[in-house]
Structures are given as structure tokens and as C-alpha cells.
């Protein structure tokens, strides 16, 4: 398969020194250390999970808590942990959320041809954590979106070298531990992959449903948690919400407009991704793309929607910025971002209960931007020429010649 080639060279293609290493070490390890000495647990969000598995192993329902919102395999996966002393939590949950990150962002570059021990590389894992509030967000709460944020660009790793059986595996795999992913399905309609949509539907359905049948309850997502979402969960959860639907209604939109708005969004969200695909261009972004864009219109309309589900698909887009054509090279991603800056005070948003409304207006500008930008970009993408691997282009710099492309070789299978 065509790529297009990387016009980034020169600096950022090296390896990293040991010193920028030193620097990632140390963004990385203070959120940990601050769970550590602040969480009892490891995590309010993990805590839930904990909690249904300690329930189930007593006897009880999980779903009798209505903040669990997981398919019956999450609870048998949370049970190590509910046999583990909170001691232990503490530590284990903020390292395994943060390793879990590290990974997704590798195997986004790896997508691209990105050699992850480059500057880019860990420079772009560095502004990651440190520029992106929900990246903190997500190790405090260690929540389990964190599973999709490394699952999803493992699974399309997988698709853009061929081997679409493998990436519904993980994608489906993921959607077991929590069904976020579950709109990615649609990138295998659309690919025409019908083994590989297999995979990612038969591996939770098998799992999910052996797992019900051990609960004392095996309907209990669809009569309980099913139900609570479509209410919009309870009046204290609302307040986090960040989907149009939840945040227009806050501002006194009727809730029936307000969802309305929100769905008739998503559906053209859905009709671009679409589209998307239909540009057959050569290269990852086409994959990259078309599932983002499926992700972010089902923020739109999903309930609940959290600041921390942008760590799906923003990592994936950072990753392409080397690559014209890109929609992370569109100033609007940028824009997009500014609301999620740690730091900043926003006037009359200070409070906890009104970050809705920021993370809301983050969500809406990304979603244009994807929805946008590959229409105007695509067909000015330059003519594909091979590209050199690291160490061939290190060579050549050293000799005098040509820039160093920000890309190694990424065999296609």
C-alpha cells in the first residue's frame, strides 16, 4: 500500500536523547504518585467496577449499583482486582492506566510509520500529559475508557496492515471491558470486511453472554443499566455530561430539541465518515480518519459523554500531524484543544459541575474539524514517493544528504 510521505525531517526524526526520556519518566510518574497518596482505591471510576465484582463474588448483583454501566465480562475482569488489598489498587490502577496510554500513543505512531523511541515520539507523549487535561483526568479516575484509548489504535494498527480478523478481535475484546467502541463496527460495513466484523461482534457477544449467565441477574444491563442510560442517568451525573444533548438542555433548550439536535448531528457525522471512506487515498489516514469520525459522532449522542473520551481519537490525530493532509495540520483541531489546557481559568466555568460546558464546545469544534478538513486537504496531499527508514535517513544526514523523513519502514501484510 501507497503512503504519503512524512514532511516533517531534520530533528524531530532522531532518536530521543536520554534526557527527553528522563522528562517523560517524570510527566508520567507525578499523576501516578498523586493518585497514590490522594485515592484510597486507585480511582473513583475504577472503584465502581471493584465494587460490582466484590458484589458478584458475595452473591449479589453488580447491576444493582446503577453507576455500573459494563456488560457482565467487565465484571468477571474487575474479580483480580477485587481479591487485591486496596493498598495494592492504589499503585496498581494509576500505572496500569498510564501504561495503557503510553501504549495506545505507540501504536498510533506505528500506524503512520512513526518510530516511537523518535522526538516526535515521546515530545508528543510529553504534550500529551502535560497539555491535554483529560489525560490527568482519566489516571485520577481510573476509568476504563482507558481499555478503547489503547484498544482502538491497536485494532486499526491491525486493519491498516490487512489484517482486519485480528483488529475486530481487539476492537471487540475492548467493547467486553466497555462498549464504547461498538460505532467502530461501522468501519468494517464500510470496508466490507464481513470476518473481521465478525470477530468484533462474536468475541463480546461469547464472552458477554457466558458471563450473564453466571449473574444472578443475566438481563441486568438490558433491565437495568439500558433503562438508566436512556434516562440520562440521575441529576448528579448530568452535570458531567458533555453531549450537546445534555449541555443544551442545561442552557433551557427542551430536552426533546436538544437530544434531537444532537442526534441529526451525529447522523451527518456518520454520512462524512462515509464519505471519508469513499476517498480511497492511499495511506493510514483514510482508516484513521473514517473511525474517528465514527467515534465523535457517537459523543455526540452517547449518555453519558465525558471529557476523558476524547483520549479515543485525539491521540490518533496528534499522531498523523507529520503527514500533510492530515486534519491534526487544520487550525481548528488546535482550537478544538484550547478548552481542555490545563490551567486555565475560565470565566464563570470555574466550577467542577459547569466543565460540561467546555468540554462540550471541545467536542462540537473536533468534530467539525474531522467533519471539515479531509474535504478541503485530501486533494492536496503531495505525489507518494518511497520513504527511508530511520536509520537509512540518520545515515544520509550524517553523509550530507537528503532531510530525515520522520518514518521507518511499516511492512504492509
Known sequence: MNEGKSDISGWLA???????????????CVPVVNVVRRSRDGGMDNAIVVRAARTWLDGGSPYADPHF???????LAAVPQALLP???????????????LVVGWACALRIHGIVWRSRFGVLGLI??????????H?????????????????GLLCAVRGRWVAAGAVIGAAIVLKPLLAPVALLFVFARRWRGLGSLVLVPAVVSGGAALLMPDPAGFVTRTLPFLLRGHDRFVRLYEASPGAVLARLGVPQGVASLVAFVAAGAGVWCAYRRWRRA????LRVVETAVMLMLSAFLVSRPSYDHYLLVVVPLLVAGVPFPGAVARSPWFWVALVPQVPGVT??????????AFRDCVA???????????PELSVTRRPALQAVPTLPQALDSARAGGTPIALRDDCPQQ
Not at 486496596?86 to 495503557?100: D, H, I, N, S, W
Not at 469544534?365 to 478538513?373: D, G, K, N, S
Open 14 to 28: 532522531h532518536r530521543a536523547s536520554w534526557h527527553a526520556w528522563a522528562v517523560l519518566a517524570v510527566v508520567l
Open 69 to 75: 454501566l459494563y456488560l457482565p465480562g467487565a465484571v
Open 86 to 100: 486496596l493498598a495494592a489498587l492504589r499503585v496498581l490502577v494509576p500505572l496500569t492506566v498510564t501504561g495503557l
Open 127 to 136: 504534550a500529551l500529559a502535560l497539555g491535554f487535561a483529560p489525560f490527568g
Open 138 to 154: 482519566l489516571v485520577t479516575l481510573g476509568n476504563w475508557t482507558v481499555t478503547a484509548a489503547a484498544a482502538l489504535p491497536l
Open 281 to 284: 487515498d492511499p495511506g493510514p
Open 346 to 355: 475560565w470565566p464563570y466555568l470555574e466550577p467542577l459541575t459547569r466543565r
Open 363 to 373: 467536542l462540537c469544534v473536533l468534530f467539525a474539524a474531522v467533519a471539515v478538513r
